[in-house]
Every structure is written in C-alpha cells, then in structure tokens.
C-alpha cells in the first residue's frame, strides 16, 4: 500500500523581534520550533520591562517581547490605591526599571495594568478599583426576587464592575412589566441597579361554554387545577385523560374547551358514512359519505363537518334526474323542417304538408311543441279534398 503524506500547518516561528537598548540571545536559527524560548537582556544601564523568556506557540511568540528602560533615579515607596492592595514585598526603595503589583480587594473590579514600574524615580500610572454594584436582600425580598440558583442569599448581594448577576422571580410570581418572563439581567455598570417588581401569578374563574367545573371560586393561583365536566353530548378539549387544567403563568393550561360530539354513524336513505372507529368526532373534524349504486350526492357534496348543531350540511343522496326529450316521428304526407333527431322538453318544431295535404286546421305548415307526454298539437297531414262540404260551409 502506498504511504498517504498529510499536509500540516508549519508550527514554527521567525526569528522574534529586536528591541531597542537590548537584544535576544540568538541560536543562529533561521526558524524556531514549536515551544522553543529565547531569552531578552538589556544594554548596560538599562532594565528589562516585562518578560525576560518568550517562547514560539503556534507561529507566535508569545508573550510580547520585554522592553529596555533607562536605568535611572531610585523610587521611593509606590503609590497606595484605594479598596486594593500591592501583593509584591515592601523595600525602602526601588531602583528605576523595578515594579510592583496591585490586586483589588474582593468585588472590587481593576481598571488599568496590573503593574507599576519606577521610571527614573517616578512611578508610572498605578490601576484603579471600581465600586462594586450592592444589592440589599431586603430590596430583593420586596419585589419578591432572589438570585437564581442561589439557595441562601447573603445580607447583600455584590456584582463586581463589568459583571452581571441573573435574578428571577420567587415561586408563583412572574415579571409585572412582562408576565410571560420570570428571570432577568442585570448588569453592574456604575450606575443603581434597577430591580425589575415581580407579581403574584393568578387566574380568573375560567369561562365554559357547555360545562362546569370545580371547585369553583373568583381567583386562582399558580399551580391550582381544577376539574372540567361538559354537558352530554360535549366533550373535553384537549382530552388530557383527567379533564384537569392548571393556571399558570400563560393562563390556564390547557385553554379549557367543551366540544360538540357528532355520533359518526349517520343515517340516511341511499347512503352511508365512512369513518374511523377510534375516534371521537369534534367540532371542526370532518367525515365523508358514500351513495348507493344509482345514487349521488346532492350538490356533489360528500364531506360533512361536525359543528355545534351536529353534521353539517345533513348527507343527502338522490337518485339522477332522468331527462325526458321528444323524438323526430314520421308524419304520414308531411316531414319536419328541422334536422335535429331528438327536441328537449319545451323546444318547438315545425313541420310541413306534402302537396295535396294540410294541417288540421288547413294551412300547409304548423308548429309544435315538446311536452314531457310528448308533441302538442300531434302532428298531422290530411288530404284536404277529404274535409266534408259541411266542414267548409261551416268554415265560409
């Protein structure tokens, strides 16, 4: 098998930076390796200001290099700061390029370096420590707060400069200003911190359209429950199994609701529903229907929606119309005007008398209409020589 090189990043460093008035103690290395250390020192008459050892991480050298201060005029005892203390031993003096080190006292937040160093008898500008943020347990107490995951609060909560504590809500009150929130921030900035006012968490008698509960009373508070129990015919919803609902922050939960049942079998002529066995119907939920052979339904409408009122619209199945028409028929010395073989009901027609014939009322052509018994007046051509003398004198 042939060997898989893998390409990786070059950990190591360039050769580190010069200072002025000093130098590093140099290996001739035109590249240093991963966690090699070069030492600093500085020319006769000065210090070093920082670390005298760096070291290559990561193609970095780290920490920054040192810098060379002029030896100089002795210090004499460093500056005090106030709420902070120097860690380093006390001398009578020190001598120029010399430091020393402050720390705050505890809550206390430290603005600027660290360290002070004597420049030629001066020392250079010392750190500052910044008020903590005080909170009294008794304010916590009235806006019925406390701090979060905090089993025993002190007599005054401290939040250091910069900081931030995480307060919330004693149990059954939430946010006045936002009652869906019970946990806040508040961060320590110089300025009083605010502390938000918490309220009780409390639910009205709840309002139940088709159905009680109990027990029953004008006000609630967080975590009670109470019972539903709809009317026949409703339903709990959601069926949580216990028909219990709990007031809580958001209100009670779950909203409380009786609804309408609808029995899934329905009966109606030419038909039948089709539906799932192990459900309850509510309102809202929807079935269909199917018809008999010859049936269809009514609209073409076969889905019907449980509402208040039951199954809406009622399943209806009815049997086809049958369209009845009137045929073109043989006329005996006559024969229609129209091409058409079949007349809806209600159309008209007119037929013509071959020569020699007429209507029975003597004209050659007449006109018919299609009833659902079929044409009105019959159509019919008679030999007009065949009408008796008695019917033309009665006609004259």
């Known amino acids: 098998m042939a060997n898989v090189t893998t390409m990786q990043m070059d950990p190591s460093c360039e050769e580190p930076d010069e200072i002025d008035f000093g130098e590093f103690v140099s290996t001739e290395k035109a590249k240093y390796l991963e966690n090699d250390r070069v030492q600093y020192r500085c020319n006769p008459g000065y210090v070093l200001e920082g670390p005298e050892w760096i070291q290559c991480k990561r193609q970095e050298w780290t920490p920054h290099p040192p810098k060379c201060l002029e030896r100089g005029k002795n210090c004499s005892g460093p500056p005090r700061i106030e709420n902070g203390d120097i860690t380093t031993l006390s001398e009578k003096q020190y001598k120029s390029g010399s430091s020393v080190e402050f720390r705050c006292q505890n809550y206390y937040a430290m603005e600027g ?6 420049d030629n008898g ?3 500008k010392v750190p500052v420590c910044l008020d903590p943020c005080v909170i009294p347990r008794t304010e916590l107490e009235s806006q019925k707060t406390k701090v979060k995951d905090e089993l025993d609060a002190p007599e005054n909560i401290f939040v250091q400069h910069g900081h ?13 200003a936002n009652s869906s929130q019970s946990t806040f921030v508040i961060h320590c900035d110089g300025k009083p911190p605010a502390i938000p006012k918490c309220k009780e968490i409390t639910c009205n008698s709840p309002r139940i359209s088709n159905g009680t509960f109990r027990p029953q009373r004008t006000m609630y508070q967080d975590g009670d429950l109470i019972q539903i129990r709809c009317d026949t015919g409703f339903t709990f919803e959601p069926d949580n199994g216990e028909k219990v609902i709990e007031c809580t922050k958001n209100g009670w939960s779950p909203p409380p609701k009786c609804s309408k049942t609808c029995d899934p079998y329905v009966r109606f002529y030419h038909g039948h529903t089709i539906y799932n066995v192990w459900k309850k119907y509510i309102e809202g939920d929807n079935i ?3 018809c008999d052979r010859g049936y269809s339904p009514a609209n073409q409408q076969s889905t019907i929606t449980c509402t208040k009122n039951g199954w809406s619209p009622a399943p209806r199945c009815i049997q086809p119309e049958v369209v009845r028409m009137c045929k073109k028929i043989i006329i005996l010395n006559g024969n229609f005007r129209s091409w058409q073989q079949s007349f809806q009901i209600g159309a008209k027609a007119k037929y013509n008398c071959h020569d020699g014939y007429t209507t029975p009322k003597g004209d050659p052509e007449a006109e018919i209409q299609c009833f659902a018994e079929g044409w009105s007046p019959e159509p ?3 030999n007009h020589t065949a009408i008796s003398p008695k019917e033309t004198r009665s006609g004259a």
């Open 113 to 118: 370096q660290k360290r002070s160093f004597c």
């Open 288 to 290: 269909t229907f199917t």
């Open 164 to 176: 931030s504590i995480e307060l919330t809500c004693i149990t059954g009150y939430v946010l006045a």
């Open 380 to 382: 019919e051509c008679i």
């Open 122 to 124: 001066t020392w250079t």
